[in-house]
């Protein structure tokens, strides 16, 4: 990188502060001067974009590369079968995790998911490479974001493997972050992480934030900001369910759900991630840009689709049924947003709830 190209970076990196600590995203002073000392570009030399709805490669040699990278926006650094599965968070909801996880000096943290090594050299920056381990699932992302670490300055233990067990070799850690979306928190998360420690950790279309207990379980509320992330997944694969086509053995009965809240309420499709987990999403327009149809799948084999006043649906679990739960749940609570929800996890399993732990969300129906 040439010298115009490091100030130009610093001076980007500091107009993206102003404005994140304007917007609210951005409030802890200590994360502030680590976000300015760290660059994001040696992360990502090469990344995705959509431009006009195609996807666009984007590297250093572009004029805009820089100028991309320090916007609040996430970049797609790795395709599956022209599927992203890998990115670069956007710098707002990365800072609003961090400062959520409340590290301290001497604190020991386990990152999930290290994607380009970004979040793993922030986290260095304030704690000290020694105090942070990070854990990658894809090998060549591991060691790509370990060289692009060590170049930067920061020795973080960089480990490729299943980050849904954890690290226990350095365990037990004061925090855990997450930076990949789960449906259920892994249960070895809390044998590694002390008492009284946190884990942030993206779930369905939040982020919570849970306390560990003396006895194990740990408990917390969602984060109210935004947030999505792709899933956590196997080396090589995507995180998403395939499409189980359209059964032919389907129940249909009359809808009066309004599809275009199921599609663009982003408040309420938060509900239903809770209530109908592990299941993708997708909708149709008509020309006038209304929403047409609605379609849910899973990974067990559950679909459903809605459309022209009707819903049909089939496999193990009714996840129209769940859709029409969650909306009835968020109308009678008047559309409540993402603080208002919890978790409580133990050895067990998990249950999420509405403002208290006595308050569980409904279960997906079974079918029959």
């Known amino acids: 990188m040439t010298m115009h190209t490091e100030e130009r970076a610093a ?15 951005l409030t802890d002073p200590a994360w502030r001067k680590v976000f300015e000392t760290v660059p994001r570009h040696p992360f990502v030399p090469e990344f995705w974009t959509l431009a006009g ?11 805009d590369w ?29 800072l609003v995790m961090l400062q959520a996880l409340d590290v301290s000096d001497g604190h020991r943290v386990l990152e999930i998911a290290t994607g380009t090594g970004y979040n793993a050299a922030l986290l260095s920056e304030r704690l000290g490479s020694h105090q942070v381990v990070t854990v990658e699932v894809d090998p060549v992302l591991a060691r790509l974001a370990g060289s692009r670490l060590r170049r930067s300055g920061y ?22 972050i997450a930076t990949c979306g789960f449906s259920t928190i892994p249960a070895v998360w809390l044998e590694q992480v002390r008492p009284a420690g946190l884990i942030v950790c993206p779930l369905g279309w939040g982020t919570v934030r849970l306390v560990v207990a003396d006895d194990g379980s740990a408990e917390g509320r969602f984060l109210p900001a935004a947030s999505y992330f792709m899933t956590v997944r196997d080396a090589g694969t995507t995180g998403a369910p395939a499409h189980p086509g359209r059964p032919e053995e389907t129940s249909g009965r009359l809808t009066g759900l309004d599809l275009a809240t199921v599609a663009e309420d982003e408040a309420f499709r938060f509900v239903q991630s809770l209530v ?10 008509a020309e006038d840009g209304s929403v047409t149809a ?38 009678d609570n008047d559309r409540p947003g993402r603080d208002r929800f919890g978790v409580t996890v133990t050895p067990e399993g998990q249950r999420t709830w509405l403002d208290s732990p006595s308050r569980p969300m409904p279960n997906v129906p079974a079918s029959a």
């Open 66 to 94: 820089l100028d991309l990278v320090y916007t609040d926006d996430a970049l797609a650094t790795q395709l599956t079968n022209s599927v992203a599965t890998s990115s670069s968070t956007a710098p707002g909801l990365m």
């Open 155 to 176: 020795t973080p233990l960089v480990r490729a493997g299943d980050g849904r067990e954890g690290y226990p070799d350095r365990a037990p850690y004061d925090r855990l």
């Open 11 to 25: 001076e980007l990196r500091a107009a993206l502060a102003d404005d994140l600590e304007a917007g609210g995203r």
């Open 53 to 63: 709805g195609e996807q666009r490669r984007v590297t250093s040699a572009d004029p």
């Open 294 to 331: 609605v379609e849910l799948w899973g990974a067990d084999g559950a679909w459903a689709r809605a459309e022209h006043g009707k819903a049909r649906q089939a496999g193990p679990r009714l996840l129209w049924d769940a859709v029409e739960a969650a909306h009835e749940l968020y109308l």
């Open 276 to 285: 109908a987990p592990d299941t993708a999403f997708a909708f149709e327009r």
